[in-house]
Structure formats: C-alpha cells, structure tokens
C-alpha cells in the first residue's frame, strides 16, 4: 500500500483544500496517510517554513501548496508497486 506523508499547520486553507483532494483521490486509490502538524516541532517548521502543505510518497515530497485530483491520482498510479 502507498504510504503518503501530509505536513500541515493549523488554520491553513490550502492544508484543507490539500486533504479535500487527498480524501477524494482515497475513495477510488487507497493508501496510508499520516499527518504531522509542524507547529508542535521547531525542526520540522524550520525544514518545512511556510512551504505547507508538504505531501509526501512512498518518502519523497511529491507536491506542496497545492494538488488536483488528477495529478494525485496520476502520481498515485505511478507509484504503485507492480503486479506480481
């Protein structure tokens, strides 16, 4: 299963608009998602600023500010593991 990463801040719209589209996209392409507020973490806010929202898959950032559907599902299907 992919494993996405989203790194947001509190009161942040385009953290929201972010986890919309990841919600969306979940319907139809499952994945693990873990989010991490940086707020509570100095070395987190220091590495990440004000590029948030930060997603991550499979361990490498893939979008930050903003994402549609289509480029979430495009990217998804990319990184899936092969069939066996």
């Not at 929202?53 to 593991?81: C, D, H, M």
Request: charged letters at 25%.
């Amino acid at each position: 299963m992919l494993s996405l990463i989203l790194y947001v801040r509190p009161d942040c719209c385009l953290c929201e608009e972010m986890k919309t589209t990841l919600h969306m996209v979940g319907q139809e392409i499952p994945f693990a998602l873990d989010q991490v507020d940086i707020s509570g973490d100095p070395a987190l806010a220091a590495r990440f600023g004000n590029e948030i929202p930060v997603l991550f898959i499979n361990g490498r950032k893939a979008f930050k500010y903003r994402v549609t559907a289509s480029e979430l599902r495009r990217r998804l299907l990319r990184e899936q593991p092969a069939a066996v």
